[in-house]
Each structure stands twice: as C-alpha cells, then as structure tokens.
Nanobody, 121 residues
Framework: QVQLVESGGGLVQAGGSLTLSCAAS????????MGWYRQVPGKQRDLVAS???????NYADSVKGRFTISRNNAKNTVYLQMNSLKPEDTAVYYC???????????????WGQGTQVTVSS
C-alpha cells in the first residue's frame, strides 16, 4: 500500500506565500511523475503543476511565474512553492503521483487526501 501525505495548507493574505509538501511512502520501487491539482466546490479538479522524475515541469497558465514545483527523489517528496497568492487560488490542493508498486510490479496512480488553501483579499 502506498500513501501520499500532504502538508502546508492554510490561510494567507493576498500577495503572501505558502509551501505545500507531499511525501509518498509504502511498498514501492520508485515514483514517476508527481503533481499538484486543485479543486473548488462544484468544479472539476484541475492540474496546477507537475514534475517528472527527471525534473521536467509543467504549469497551468494561471500559476506560471508565481508557483514553483520541485521534488526530492531521495525522499519521494514533491513541493509546491506558491508566491503572490490571489483569492482565486483558494481551493483544496491535491497531490498526485504515478508510483511503481512492488507486487504486482506496475505503475499505479495515487491521490493525497487534499489540503485547504485559502487566500483572503
């Protein structure tokens, strides 16, 4: 069994910063692509940013230049540094990862439990 444990959400004023962390643990060989998604009530869950095991990144247009995704492969951890936060960034943020599990050996997609980010105006 593999778990993704998120931390770092909270309440911040517009213009402020937050850093989210997500650590993968369990019976696995390695972690492939990791990413962050966000969802507001009544809307679909959208990609915020993703990063491959080799470090290639992808960002939603709405966060380019403000958010930075990074990872520590040795710790199977992904981070999302969020700067210049806006009220429209308010959402539940979910960690996502493609994980090579041990038995059977295959690539499985996992989600974290979600962490609330609220940006006040």
């Amino acid at each position: 069994q593999v778990q993704l444990v998120e931390s770092g959400g909270g309440l911040v004023q517009a213009g402020g910063s937050l850093t989210l962390s997500c650590a993968a643990s369990g019976n696995m060989f390695s972690v492939s692509t990791m990413g962050w998604y966000r969802q507001v009530p009544g809307k679909q869950r959208d990609l915020v940013a993703s990063i491959t095991s080799g470090g290639s990144t992808n960002y939603a247009d709405s966060v380019k230049g403000r958010f930075t995704i990074s990872r520590n492969n040795a710790k199977n951890t992904v981070y999302l540094q969020m700067n210049s936060l806006k009220p429209e960034d308010t959402a539940v943020y979910y960690c996502n990862a493609d994980v090579w599990v041990v038995v059977p050996r295959k690539l499985v997609n996992y989600w974290g439990q979600g962490t609330q980010v609220t940006v006040s105006s």
